[in-house]
């Protein structure tokens, strides 16, 4: 059984400054282009689900992660070249606040790309060290017919002190395998249970298939990622994350695991209604929850400590010491209770900066 | 719209019982005071009358002919309007005619649908205005919503005892379920903010525990504590409620709170010191309030802070990750 998390029928729609540059470029050669009036956010809830537009950005393509009040973040850059995606996780923050199914790509991206080359030039000290991309779509959705994540490893393995993520959902990793990145790029893939990825995030490649795409990057010589984001409070929990946990031993062991981060499920209040309306099967909002210090309703702090003490039990176990594991927007005290210290945001950042340093030589 | 004014067309007395009402205009009203005005002062205004494809609809006044009819009238005097008279037009018209008795929450709701079903979302748009519906797109689809509310329901709502959001989250309610929990609301008169806590707690119970609303609000606590509101009062049955649909919605809450409680308790603190604790334990603060009344007040209670912070107990109860 395999499922491709690529949406298929798509139809690109494209605004007509944008016909030469090499992204539609790329994405002429498996879709033909459709002319688009310029258009902006506003417009994006006139199209939908099979639309792929590809439109002027007119913010910034470089942010820092915007962090959350009271809550540490590990202080990734993000490199924004894109929303929407159609994998359709019954949990994820896309699925209801976008405003539209479409999928919208930049077409000025190539601005962006040197914006980001500019900022690279720069001596590592004065600059971030970590960057990624899929804020607000998933890394390498669109990637075979884009082109942008080859782009993207080119420039940063050129780059000393740099280190790009891609973050996917998907399997469509084979494509970069014969790339150079001198180490500078992890992949990393979303995990979770099996339960989970089977239930709640159906349209994503199955948790084997992204488990191998994880073996075949390691053997190309990336470093991976994992991020187990949102752990799901669900029937036999602790045996399905355990499981997950030992794929990952068996799948990766040898391999060059960068990170693993760690975060409880977590959603702005008027996400339930949106998802329960659309998806009044799933049961991931039943469990508790309390609302947090940064407005978003979380599993009770006690609950979510057990959730990381097991997952990171069983990670220590499939993973080599040296893998950082930390949490993604968690709290001092949930920092105390599960790893015994509070590193802080800068802490955290700094951490994973020396990692990252490590993996890029 | 076409130029046009009441006062050019000339009076006629209409036959009142072949008269179709044309739109929903009044729900929940009695005419009794109408009737008493109508006898001691006669009609003041004459009816609106529509006529299209060869049928005469009341456009305004349809309480008026029920008042006028009580009192054995056959005929009243009406005017009616231009034949072709534009049909968004007359509805404007009539919703002008009620302006200054306005409309309950249950004829908005039904009216509103009304219109977009006859006009489309469009045309009913223009009607708004004379409706006082704000444009708010979230406002108007709880109209159509709520319009959908079985009698009970749309009694509360033209009573003011149910909210038009509340309202239109319950017409999707299965009739079964929705009549206890209208009788709880009409028992108990809580706040909007506590009906929607409510529901939101009743949906996600009943949706965990594949039961329907009504199994879980006929549980014996609920009867109870509703038999007795007379005797202990609203405001205490109200938080009778509140706690066991909170409870059940929330057992691992329910029992961790209890712990910390208790771990309170132990410390047996002063009245002077009154330890917050965050109720969702999240804690990123603690607070330690302290009351005094003089130097040597202070004194007792700066020296029982002191101690507190030695206490295994105190940091038990800081520490406490709710492992054990």
Redesign the interface.
């Known amino acids: 059984m395999s499922r491709d998390a690529s949406p298929g029928g798509l139809t690109l729609r494209l605004e007509e400054e944008f016909r030469k540059t090499p992204l539609a470029e790329n994405l002429g050669h498996s879709l033909a282009p459709q002319a688009l009036e310029p258009l902006g956010p506003a417009d994006y809830p006139a199209f939908g689900r099979g639309d792929l537009l590809v439109t002027r950005h007119r913010g910034e393509f470089i942010k820092p992660c915007p962090g959350t009040l009271n809550y540490n973040c590990c202080g990734l850059t993000i490199f924004h070249f894109g929303l929407g995606c159609t994998i359709g996780c019954r949990y994820c923050i896309l699925e209801a606040y976008l405003g539209t199914a479409a999928l919208v790509l930049f077409g000025n991206v190539a601005e962006g790309l040197a914006d980001l080359r500019e900022l690279l030039r720069r001596p590592p000290a004065e600059r971030p060290r970590r960057f990624c991309t899929g804020e607000f779509t998933d890394s390498l959705l669109l990637d075979k017919r884009t082109g942008l994540a080859a782009e993207l490893i080119t420039m940063f393995a050129e780059t000393e002190g740099a280190v790009l993520e891609l973050k996917t959902k998907t399997d469509h990793t084979d494509h970069l395998l014969g790339l150079k990145h001198k180490g500078r790029t992890v992949i990393s893939f979303s995990v979770n249970a099996p339960d989970i990825c089977r239930c709640e995030e159906s349209g994503a490649a199955p948790l084997s298939a992204r488990l191998k795409a994880a073996q075949r990057a390691a053997a190309a010589g990336f470093p991976v990622g994992l991020h187990f984001d949102p752990l799901i409070v669900h029937p036999n929990w602790e045996e399905g994350y355990a499981r997950t946990a030992q794929m990952i031993g068996e799948h990766l062991a040898g391999a060059e695991v960068a990170w693993v981060s760690l975060g409880c499920f977590r959603y702005l209040p008027s996400l339930k209604e949106v998802m329960l309306a659309r998806h009044p099967e799933t049961s991931i909002y039943d469990g508790e929850f309390i609302m947090g210090g940064d407005g978003k309703m979380r599993y009770p702090r006690p609950l979510r400590t057990r959730m990381y003490r097991t997952l990171v039990k069983a990670l220590r176990e499939a993973l080599p010491e040296k893998t950082v594991i930390y949490m993604c927007m968690e709290s001092p005290r949930v920092w105390r209770d599960v790893f015994g210290r509070d590193p802080e945001t800068e802490g955290l950042a700094a951490e994973l900066d020396r990692r990252a340093m490590e993996l890029c030589g | 719209m076409i130029d046009f004014t009441l006062a050019a067309l000339a009076p006629m007395e209409a036959e009142l019982a072949p008269l179709k009402p044309l739109m929903p205009s009044s729900y929940g009203r009695g005419v009794e005071g109408l009737a008493e005005s109508i006898r001691a002062l006669g009609l003041l205004r004459p009816l609106l009358i529509w006529a299209d494809g060869g049928e005469h609809y009341l456009l305004a006044g349809s309480l008026r002919r029920e008042a006028l009819m009580r009192q054995g009238r056959s005929v009243a005097p009406a005017l009616m309007l231009p034949p072709d008279f534009p049909r968004e037009q007359a509805f404007a018209l009539a919703l002008a005619d009620n302006q200054e008795r306005g409309w309950n929450q249950a004829e908005t709701a039904l009216l509103w649908r009304f219109f977009v079903e006859t006009l489309g979302t469009e045309g009913a748009a223009n009607l708004a205005p004379y409706l006082g519906l704000a444009p708010s797109p979230k406002m108007r689809e709880w109209c159509l919503r709520a319009a959908g509310l079985p009698e009970q329901g749309l009694a509360a709502l033209a009573e003011g005892r149910l909210d038009l959001e509340t309202g239109a989250r319950l017409a999707g309610w299965a009739p079964e379920n929705l009549g206890p929990a209208l009788n709880l609301f009409d028992l108990l008169n809580p706040s909007k903010q506590k009906k929607k806590q409510w529901l939101d707690w009743l949906e996600?119970i009943s949706?965990?525990e594949f039961l329907c609303s009504a199994e879980v609000l006929e549980v014996e606590d609920i009867r109870t504590a509703l038999a007795d509101v007379e005797r202990v009062g609203r405001p205490a049955t109200e938080e009778i409620i509140r706690k066991y649909l909170w409870t059940r919605?929330?057992?691992?809450?329910a029992e961790?709170a209890a712990a910390r409680q208790a771990r309170v308790r132990a410390l047996a603190l002063p009245r002077a010191a009154r330890l917050e604790l965050d109720p969702?334990?999240?804690?990123?603060k603690f607070g330690l309030n302290l009351t005094f009344a003089t130097p040597a007040e202070f004194g007792q209670v700066a020296e029982t802070v002191a101690k507190l912070r030695q206490s295994p107990d105190f940091q038990k109860l800081l520490d406490d990750?709710?492992?054990s």
């Open positions: 996600d949706r965990r919605r929330h057992p691992l809450l961790l969702s334990l999240e804690d990123l990750d709710h492992e």
